[in-house]
């Protein structure tokens, strides 16, 4: 029932985000690829030698939805689609969107786009490979303590001409499980760009602030002189040994560290004459062995037996201990230096390439391109989009990303459950054995039954392991303080024997007394009474 339910909410929510998306202008819609179709003869791989990694068109595990797979291990992966027309990154809201699933898990390797600004003429898809330039480099990157979702701006410097990449600070960092993830970046007219993770946003920041990208749009006004030098007599140090200091005449800087400890004495067991080791006496010469050849057979050595019980063997030494009057190498102490001038750095001077902005001066995007190398496999790239409104790339997170990823949410959960009631079944199948071995222990004997009534109970009803496992504790402590403290009979009181009439056929009282005492002595042990 509950099953149903889910599904039904999410065609509900298909249902609803469609019609969001049938609203949305055309437009609005610059690219998009679902891959539903083959990618032959629409995108095309990178003939270039370094490019080994074979794309596949395949589904997602659990799907019937078709992506771009990276289908090898350990390899380079080099794939682009030219747009019809090259999206313009200056006029208003530009949001680029892509959905990953790294199925095989990532553990170096990237899976980022790389959004290529127009080539030079001549330019051919085929030559597409690390050298093409781009315009926005975005994507999941992760490999040892790299993780992070790149977003790198290559921007012109009007002044020098040269593109610099600027890499955003702080980069959220990358999902590691197995599902489907969808990545956006919005990028605003305001000059504010947001990153977002399956819809929500994971950063904020501005192009043209020095806190947001390294290094910044907008270069420093100034920079270091290259032409300037330090002067030889600048002096960086801010301390100085003390010229007026002189070395104690009492400091001998050729003491040792350590001296014979002249107080030792040696044991009065040492064995002086014993050797610390001697011949094997079990050892034999190999009957292969050759003296002309081998040489002369030595038995092994093995440590004296008559050393392990002595205080040692050989020759004794007295130990060493460290030397008082040891001080080490004299060196004067240090003092402020008079002369000290800082830390030198060169002069500021005006930078030649600084330049005011007040918008980056994006270069269009004239094709998507995938260039990667990876040591995992099963990365699929899904859903690739570029849109004008971040609505609408809202809407396809919707329609295209979200009831995919809550059917893989639910199959991970059930399948971690799954995972965790058969790690709790192995450790309740090792306490089931532990608790049967408990039950054979001799002095045990007398509740093995009890006990081992407790474990089939247990084994018929999982839930009651721990239960079981605590009233066996309960059975053992409880045995344990008996012995300690309960070994020992109350005293028994005796009662006097009553005066009884004798007759003819019965036994007299003292007769009767005297059975009563054999009895009990049989059944069990009476303390003695202390004669008086």
């Known amino acids: 029932m509950m099953i149903m339910m889910r599904y039904a909410l999410l065609l509900l929510l298909a249902f609803a985000s469609l019609q969001l998306l049938c609203f949305a202008a055309d437009d609005d819609v610059v690219f998009y690829d679902s891959f539903e179709e083959s990618f032959d003869g629409r995108w095309i791989v990178s003939d270039k030698d370094d490019y080994k990694g074979v794309w596949k068109h395949s589904k997602s595990e659990g799907h019937d939805d078709y992506g771009l797979l990276v289908s090898e291990m350990a390899k380079k992966y080099a794939i682009v689609k030219e747009l019809d027309e090259a999206v313009n990154l200056k006029d208003g809201t530009t949001v680029l969107q892509f959905e990953t699933r790294l199925q095989g ?141 002189v070395k104690p005449e009492d400091w001998d800087e050729d003491a040792p560290m350590e001296i014979e400890d002249e107080e030792a004495v040696k044991p009065e067991s040492w064995l002086d004459d014993e050797p610390e080791e001697i011949d094997d006496p079990e ?124 059917v893989e949410k639910e199959k991970q959960k059930a399948e971690d459950e799954a995972a965790g009631s058969a790690r709790l079944a192995g450790f309740q199948r090792k306490v089931f054995d532990v608790l049967y071995k408990v039950a054979d222990i001799p002095f045990l004997s007398k509740y093995k039954h009890q006990i081992l009534d407790l474990i089939e109970h247990a084994e018929t009803q999982p839930n009651l392991t721990i239960g079981v496992l605590v009233s066996t504790v309960v059975i053992i402590l409880t045995i344990f303080f008996k012995l300690i403290f309960g070994g020992k009979k109350q005293p028994r009181v005796e009662k006097k024997p009553e005066v009884a009439e004798t007759s003819n056929g019965e036994e007299s009282s003292g007769e009767k007394a005297e059975e009563a005492e054999k009895e009990e002595a049989a059944a069990a042990p009476r303390r003695r009474r202390r004669d008086n």
């Open 283 to 406: 050892a034999t010469k190999p009957e292969d062995w050759d003296d002309e050849e081998d040489g002369e057979w030595e038995a092994p050595k093995i440590e004296n037996p008559k050393c392990e019980i002595a205080p040692g063997c050989g020759e004794w030494k007295r130990p060493m201990k460290r030397n008082p009057s040891y001080k080490g190498k004299w060196s004067p102490p240090l003092i402020d230096n008079p002369s000290y001038k800082g830390i030198w750095k060169p002069q500021e001077i005006p930078n030649p390439n600084y330049f005011e902005l007040e918008k980056p001066d994006f270069d269009p995007i004239a094709a998507i391109g995938i260039e990667i190398w990876t040591m995992q496999d099963g990365i699929l790239f899904d859903n690739i989009l570029i849109a004008k409104n971040d609505k609408v790339a809202e809407s396809y997170r919707e329609t295209t990303w979200k009831p995919k990823f809550e």
């Open 105 to 245: 898990g990532l553990e170096c390797g990237g899976a980022y786009l790389k959004y290529l600004r127009p080539q030079d003429a001549g330019w051919k898809p085929k030559e597409f490979d690390n050298e093409s330039p781009y315009s926005i480099m975005f994507g999941p990157d992760k490999c040892g303590a790299t993780n992070k979702l790149h977003f790198i701006l290559k921007h012109k410097n009007p002044k020098s001409g040269e593109y610099i990449e600027h890499h955003l600070k702080y980069p959220p960092s990358v999902p590691s499980d197995k599902l489907t993830h969808v990545y956006t970046a919005i990028l605003k007219p305001d000059n504010e760009v947001s990153i977002l993770i399956d819809g929500e946003e994971k950063k904020k920041a501005s192009f043209l602030s020095a806190e947001d990208f390294e290094p910044p749009l907008i270069p420093s006004k100034t920079i270091p002189d290259p032409d300037d030098k330090k002067p030889e007599d600048w002096d960086e140090r801010a301390k100085i040994p003390d010229p007026d200091a």
